[in-house]
């Protein structure tokens, strides 16, 4: 920890970066997100195994894009979301410095998104045995169980959209969900509506989402929402061939292209 501050102490100094983003202590044992400017604020940053907020999801907020250089704390989840957002072009390459956290907590430091990558080789993305479980559990009952299932586990979401504010690709400016004309996802919480608002989003997710679980951390009510990204990234495994978030390859299910013909993208 001693050896992140003073990287953070020294960015600051160089005027290598303007900005961090790290974690702090907050109230009752907990931490939260510390955005620091000044030098001597550096020791207040920690990181520990309370540290999983995905500090990737501000990368994209115009508060934070109006600095011209920014340093990130990165453990290994926000690397992945760092190559996947620089994938979708949403990070200038000048911009950011990567303070990775290795899983055994040591500080690494990455030139470019492509050395982070590379860095990933070693920390493949995989479902874990417990949620392979639990995903093989689901797909065993027949038709009407899994619907049951889903709809019961979506049952509880009082759309307080907590879960998206966490995710760091979920950052377009103008969500589905908050649309009236028409509107495509009723706003009370109900059956129905709760489970078109989470298969829209785990569809827009399908081929991006990194796994890093920020959303579901993020619920208040504990819904483990995040099952059925986890359930889309298995599917997309068996049909297509396992994948990686990369640079280079961009997303599985869908391009990006600045000249795309259609208007919305502009
Ligand atoms: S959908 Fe959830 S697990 Fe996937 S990237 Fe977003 S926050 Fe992370
Ligand atoms: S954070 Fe939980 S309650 Fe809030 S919208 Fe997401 S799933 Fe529903």
Same mark, same amino acid.
């Given at each position: 920890?001693?050896?992140?501050? &003073?990287?953070?102490?020294?960015? &600051?100094?160089?005027? @290598?970066?303007?900005? *961090? ?17 000044? =030098?001597?604020?550096?020791? @207040? ?6 540290? =999983? ?19 990130? !704390?990165?453990?290994? $989840?926000?690397?992945?979301? *760092? ?28 030139? !470019? $998104? ?9 920390? @493949? ?43 760091? #690709? ?5 969500? !589905?969900?908050?649309?009236? %004309?028409?509107?495509?996802? $009723? ?40 099952? &059925?990204?986890?359930?889309? %990234?298995?599917? #997309? ?17 869908? !391009?990006? %292209? ?9």
């Amino acid at each position: 920890m001693n050896e992140l501050r &003073l990287k953070a102490r020294e960015l &600051l100094e160089s005027g @290598k970066a303007e900005l *961090i983003i790290g974690y702090e202590e907050g109230s009752s044992q907990k931490v939260h997100a510390s955005f620091i400017t000044a =030098v001597e604020d550096t020791d @207040k940053l920690v990181f520990d195994s309370r540290c =999983v907020q995905n500090l990737a999801v501000y990368l994209t907020k115009p508060e934070i894009r109006k600095y011209e250089s920014i340093a990130v !704390t990165a453990p290994v $989840p926000v690397l992945r979301s *760092i190559v996947q957002l620089t994938a979708e072009n949403q990070i200038r390459k000048d911009f950011l410095v990567v303070l990775g956290i290795s899983p055994d907590a040591q500080l690494i430091s990455f030139e !470019t $998104p492509e050395d982070i990558e590379h860095y990933l080789e070693q920390h @493949k993305l995989k479902t874990e045995q417990r949620d392979l479980e639990i995903l093989q559990r689901i797909s065993s009952m027949d038709k009407n169980q899994r619907w049951d299932f889903w709809v019961k586990t979506m049952e509880p979401c009082f759309k307080c959209y907590a879960c998206r504010a966490a995710c760091p #690709l979920c950052y377009c400016t103008q969500c !589905t969900v908050d649309g009236n %004309r028409p509107q495509w996802i $009723p706003v009370p919480s109900h059956q129905l509506g709760n489970l078109e608002w989470h298969i829209m989003r785990a569809l827009h997710m399908s081929g991006r989402c990194t796994d890093c679980e920020a959303c579901a951390n993020a619920c208040p009510i504990g819904i483990p929402l995040n099952l &059925l990204t986890k359930k889309i %990234r298995e599917e #997309l495994v068996e049909n297509f061939g396992e994948f990686q978030p990369s640079v280079g390859s961009g997303n599985m299910m869908s !391009t990006f %292209r600045p000249d795309d013909k259609e208007n919305f993208i502009k």
